[in-house]
T-cell receptor, first 111, second 114 residues
Framework: GENVEQHPSTLSVQEGDSAVIKCTYS??????FPWYKQELGKRPQLIID?????GEKKDQRIAVTLNKTAKHFSLHITETQPEDSAVYFC??????????FGKGTHLIIQP | KAGVTQTPRYLIKTRGQQVTLSCSPI?????VSWYQQTPGQGLQFLFE???????NKGNFPGRFSGRQFSNSRSEMNVSTLELGDSALYLC?????????????FGPGTRLTVT
């Protein structure tokens, strides 16, 4: 099955700074790389995703970059704001198994 | 379109009892997945159903089971409840088509086992 590791497990940044979360996966069959955000007390929601034929995708302050050779992809958030505080998950898809969400990364935006 | 709904939203059960949770997917979605969320283990995949058949299964004991009906609604059952089963149970639906991977989550059922 797929093994997914996120680093760091907790990230604290000053408001206005950038944040980067890295996700490493094991299944070379994975061809879909999403990032989900779960705010406290709410359900996870997709915020950005990328397919394996694309190296980078941006949507306003967030971007995802993919290195398929090294089997990792990263979430980049610029100009962080208090509403970015949440748990972020990266479950690669397209492989044989169900999505592996794991423990996620707790992002804390310090005012 | 209405979103994914789950019932009940909160449940308190006693150790040894069994429980059934329900999930109604977005209209037209044929795949339903179930997840268990706890502070210590994060979001863990239980199983996925597509067209009334279990398509994928996570690493959970046989006490956890599910089914899907012809209208795509799904139920999850946990028998012989243990204290460690206390968790938020989330279901998510997708169209089930190849390449359509985005999971649309329901609000979850908060299960407390005493």
């Amino acid at each position: 099955g797929e093994n997914v590791e996120q680093h760091p497990s907790t990230l604290s940044v000053q408001e206005g700074d950038s944040a980067v979360i890295k996700c490493t996966y094991s299944d070379s069959a994975s061809n879909y790389f999403p990032w989900y955000k779960q705010e406290l007390g709410k359900r996870p929601q997709l915020i950005i995703d990328i397919r394996s034929n694309v190296g980078e995708k941006k949507d306003q302050r967030i971007a995802v970059t993919l290195n398929k050779t090294a089997k990792h992809f990263s979430l980049h958030i610029t100009e962080t704001q208090p509403e970015d505080s949440a748990v972020y998950f990266c479950p690669p898809g397209g492989g044989a198994d169900g999505l592996t969400f794991g423990k996620g990364t707790h992002l804390i935006i310090q005012p | 379109k209405a979103g994914v709904t789950q019932t009940p939203r909160y449940l308190i059960k006693t150790r040894g009892q069994q429980v059934t949770l329900s999930c109604s997917p977005i209209s037209g979605h044929r795949s339903v997945s179930w997840y268990q969320q706890t502070p210590g283990q994060g979001l863990q995949f239980l199983f996925e159903y597509f067209s009334e058949t279990q398509r994928n299964k996570g690493n959970f004991p046989g006490r956890f089971s599910g089914r899907q009906f012809s209208n795509s609604r799904s139920e999850m059952n946990v028998s012989t409840l243990e204290l460690g089963d206390s968790a938020l149970y989330l279901c998510a639906s997708t169209p089930g088509l190849a390449g359509a991977y985005e999971q649309y989550f329901g609000p979850g059922t908060r299960l407390t086992v005493t």
